[in-house]
């Protein structure tokens, strides 16, 4: 079943964005949330009110159960990492505080703990996508569950690719992925004792330098899961028998699954990445905001560029196009290693 995000999307969709038509559709009326936050007039939110301001948090609350269900199915959402707040400086550690025991009236042992100021500026991920006027036209449940699909499937795959892609370096429109500026582990191979170097040689570089591993995940492309949990010892046993392409776990560690986790352009080449969510600070607001139009004329193309371009007309082709945008962020403080491989 849809979410009432999808519901509420689809409906502005199949309605050239008119909330008044849009509260017509029969999908809409069956869905509790989407008709309220749809709904022509709400009662303002007072200080006498018991609930206050709820009427006004409609929204919010609709869109939070969408970005959850998106989160289930990103890497960043997987792991446990540490949030923030956007334009807030947050102090992480640089260096550890010393504990040891002591004899009475013995000293104590002291560190200079040094602090790093991190601040997490808001960066918009977007997404634009383009739909027939047959398909947003139907009110039934099938149509906002494939306005749902399109959504949830455009933003996990672009969050898990700026979040691992090597290429990633920070700009004004995007944060770092958590592997720019750091040297490939070289792999050792595919076999079981291969692929165990590989991991370990990783591993140990992050403890080395810092890391307790406590939050640790092992991050690989659907295709290295199959390898991974297929692979072999020399007595015909799994090395990783934890391991499958749904993810589960590996040396210990769980095993996070995305089609994301390979680089861009050719050749093109898999990532088998360890990361440590407690060295990765994560600013998000919580919200997907929509906007919908059937007049626009866009480029429909996955790498846009600035400029004088062969546009498409919607109207002219019969489509309406969505577009979703999140404000999120992080921060790597020195939180992952990488292999590049090639199963």
């Not at 700026?162 to 070289?186: K, V």
């Not at 939050?215 to 799994?238: D, F, M, Y």
């Not at 489509?319 to 921060?331: D, G, K, P």
Request: proline letters at 5%; hydrophobic letters at 45%; aromatic letters at 4%.
């Amino acid at each position: 079943m849809a979410t009432s995000f999808a519901v509420f999307a689809q409906a502005l969709l199949a309605n050239q964005g008119d909330p008044q038509k849009a509260l017509e559709n029969p999908t809409v009326r069956r869905d509790l949330m989407a008709s309220m936050v749809l709904k022509a007039a709400v009662a303002a939110g007072t200080t006498l009110d018991a609930g206050f301001a709820s009427e006004l948090s409609g929204y919010a609350s609709m869109s939070a159960e969408f970005i959850g269900l998106v989160d289930e199915q990103t890497v960043l959402g997987k792991m446990q990492t540490r949030s923030a707040p956007f334009r807030t400086r947050v102090p992480v550690l640089e260096n550890q505080a010393a504990a040891t025991f002591v004899d009475q009236a013995a000293p104590k042992p002291a560190v200079a703990l040094s602090l790093d100021l991190l601040t997490l500026l808001p960066h918009k991920l977007a997404m634009l996508c383009a739909l027939t006027e047959e398909l947003v036209r139907f009110s039934s449940p099938a149509a906002s569950s494939v306005v749902e699909r399109a959504l949830t499937a455009a933003i996990v795959a672009g969050t898990d690719r700026a979040f691992l892609d090597p290429d990633e370096a920070a700009t004004s429109g995007h944060p770092a992925s958590i592997t720019n500026g750091i040297t490939p582990t070289s792999s050792a191979g595919s076999s079981a004792a291969q692929i165990t170097t590989t991991l370990t040689t990783m591993l140990d570089s992050l403890a080395t330098s810092g890391s307790s591993l406590r939050n640790a995940v092992v991050i690989a492309h659907p295709s290295t899961a199959i390898v991974l949990s297929s692979v072999l010892t020399a007595g015909n046993v799994r090395a990783f028998p934890d391991a499958s392409v749904r993810g589960g776990s590996i040396l210990g560690m769980p095993l996070l699954v995305t089609r994301s986790a390979q680089t861009e352009g050719s050749p093109l080449q898999r990532l088998l990445v360890v990361a440590d969510g407690d060295r990765i600070v994560v600013a998000d607001d919580g919200q997907v905001t929509v906007d919908t139009s059937r007049q626009a004329s866009i480029q429909l193309l996955t790498d846009p560029v600035s400029g004088a371009q062969s546009l498409v007309s919607l109207w002219e082709n019969n489509l309406a196009a969505l577009r979703a945008e999140r404000l999120i962020s992080w921060v790597s403080v020195d939180a992952a290693r990488y292999a590049l491989v090639s199963y």
